[in-house]
């Protein structure tokens, strides 16, 4: 148990829905992040928060929309995806934004299956 | 090209035996973090190096951050089924603000 908790754990949605992802974090940490892992490529950062701001948009399409409401939660908002977007999309929250210090500890969730038909 | 290339890729052994798995850039990094990873869950962190040359051990694993600050190893001594997983490393280049990370070892060790 990492203290970052991740709903659902699995999704199967057509290109025509509108999901979300939900993350939860009981750490008291400041910084929230979004990551996609695909099979056979690293891990790709898509959003960062801080202080419930976003600070990092790393080029994401915006059929992917992220919400940071407070410091402990963060939503994932999904619409009209494309097959290619079927991945493990992973929360993780830190301390303070990573980068502020170069001993910054990354908590991950044990994420999102996301199948997109 | 990946920014940081680990190897082998996929990795089958016997427990108890020993291995070792590289992480390995053109780029300076200012620190490396090593992360496992097992099926159906997130990564976790691991380990933490930031002074070239630098040597940690968790238990039965070493990690090592190169001098000139570009590669790592992690070392296994006799190997237990319950290492099995994805190992990740990820860095930092200078004053870069993100992780960068790394597409992983797969180690699977046998009974």
């Known amino acids: 148990e990492t203290g970052v908790t991740q709903t659902p754990r699995h999704l199967v949605m057509g290109m025509t829905n509108k999901k979300s992802l939900k993350c939860e974090q009981h750490?008291?940490?400041?910084?929230m992040y979004w990551y996609k892992q695909s099979a056979k490529k690293p891990l790709e950062l898509m959003f960062v928060?801080?202080?419930?701001?976003?600070?990092e948009n790393n080029s994401v399409p915006s059929r992917f929309s992220p919400e940071c409401p407070n410091s402990s939660h963060l939503f994932l908002h999904l619409h009209t995806l494309q097959p290619e977007d079927s991945a493990l999309y992973l929360c993780a929250s830190s301390h303070v934004k990573w980068g502020a210090t170069r001993n910054e500890k990354l908590f991950f969730g044990s994420g999102t299956q996301l199948s997109v038909l | 090209t990946q920014l940081l290339e680990q190897s082998p890729q996929f990795l089958s052994i016997q427990e108890g035996e020993n291995l070792t798995v590289y992480c390995n850039s053109s780029s300076v990094f200012s620190s490396l973090q090593w992360y496992r990873q097992e099926p159906g869950e997130g990564p976790v962190l691991l380990v933490t190096?930031?002074?070239?040359?630098e040597v940690k051990k968790l238990k039965r694993l070493t990690f090592q951050f190169g001098d000139a600050r570009k590669d790592s190893s992690l070392h296994i001594t006799a190997a237990q089924p319950g290492d099995t997983g994805l190992y990740l490393c990820?860095?930092?280049?200078?004053?870069?603000?993100?992780?960068?990370f790394g597409s992983g070892t797969q180690l699977t060790v046998l009974p």
């Open positions: 750490l008291g940490h400041n910084a």
């Open positions: 990820a860095g930092a280049r200078g004053s870069a603000r993100q992780l960068t």
């Open positions: 190096v930031v002074t070239g040359g």
């Open positions: 928060y801080n202080f419930k701001e976003q600070t």
